[in-house]
């Protein structure tokens, strides 16, 4: 599979849901990173999407300027959702950037205006922890408990 394909494949398989055609797509030593999460690596990273996909049914996603070379790619994706600490609803506009190693993701970078976010996702709270810098690390904190507790939980069945 070219990596455009590879691309196409995840996108298509995450505005549809499909959570394992997704991580298909990673390689067994992928590196995700994003604003939310920080960095996270191999499980970590096919559980916060098998964790956010499973968790949110609101979720609806486009995407599009997907591209790819022989070393690298980009995409441009939106998601739109309600989130569910606060039932506030998210339109989320996240540029995407990989590397590819073995025909798979190897690494994979999402960056967005987490401000923004913050603001939609959290109202006034999240406008106030932007202002003073705090955002990001309330935020990461969060993430990555939820995202422990879900491989937690996992593991248990």
Sequence with gaps: MLHQE??????HSFKHKDVE????????DVEFSDPAFGLLKGDEARNMWRMLL???NSLTLDYNNVSAD???GKANWTAE???????????????????FKDGKIIRHTDT???KKWGKQALGTIGT???????????????AREALSTYMKERQAK
């Design 6 to 11: 590879l691309l196409e494949h995840f996108y």
């Design 21 to 28: 055609g997704m991580i298909s797509c990673y390689h067994n």
């Design 54 to 56: 499973e968790r949110n």
């Design 70 to 72: 022989a070393t690298s």
């Design 81 to 99: 959702y309600v989130f569910s600490r606060t039932n506030r609803k998210v339109v989320n506009e996240v540029s995407a950037q990989f590397e």
């Design 112 to 114: 967005f205006d987490l």
């Design 128 to 142: 106030i922890l932007g202002f003073t810098g705090q955002l990001k690390p309330v935020v990461q904190k969060q």
